[in-house]
């Protein structure tokens, strides 16, 4: 499903920029680097509204969690969200605007604790299998990124994309 345009997205995004990060000059290898603590890094591509990346935020305050989507008018709902719920969790969540294929861009080698893939767009036309989000091309991108005895977790209610998905593991 499409996502309609959001009235004043970009204001509203503004207005949620402390939550933002930007894509830094050097990747990051540490999360002092946004949170002036030390601490496990993990990451949600495709974070959707929100409700997850919270909701860890909140339940695992030790840990600093980065939530990644591509699409602002979605991360406008999931930045706002965040906000509202900031007095129930430390501050330890920001926001990636773009691609899975820039994680490099984003993240050193060996310095993420745990990658999510919720509920992932399947892309279920058989040519569009290199947009999947646990296509080999990206695969490799988070197997780079993870440090040791990192994990890659997914979850998916299509059958097809996780038979897809094993194959490609």
Known sequence: MRMRKKKNGAARLAACAH??????????ASSVTDFDRA???????????????????????????????????????AAERAEREAAER?????????????LPL?????????????FSD??????Y???RL???DFLRIYFRLLRMGGELRLKTDNAALFAFTQEEL
């Open 39 to 77: 601490g496990e890094m993990c990451l949600e591509v495709g974070c959707g509204k929100g409700g997850f990346a919270c909701g860890m935020a909140a339940k695992y305050p030790e840990r600093n969690f980065y939530a990644m989507e591509r699409v602002s008018d979605v991360m406008v709902l």
């Open 122 to 127: 399947p892309w279920p036309k058989k040519g």
């Open 129 to 131: 299998a290199k947009r």
């Open 19 to 28: 939550l933002l990060r930007a894509c830094p000059a050097e990747p990051i």
């Open 134 to 136: 646990t296509h080999r």
């Open 90 to 102: 430390p501050d330890n969540l920001r926001f990636l605007l773009g691609g899975a294929k820039d």
């Open 106 to 118: 984003y993240f050193a080698p060996d310095s993420l604790s745990v990658i999510y893939l919720n």
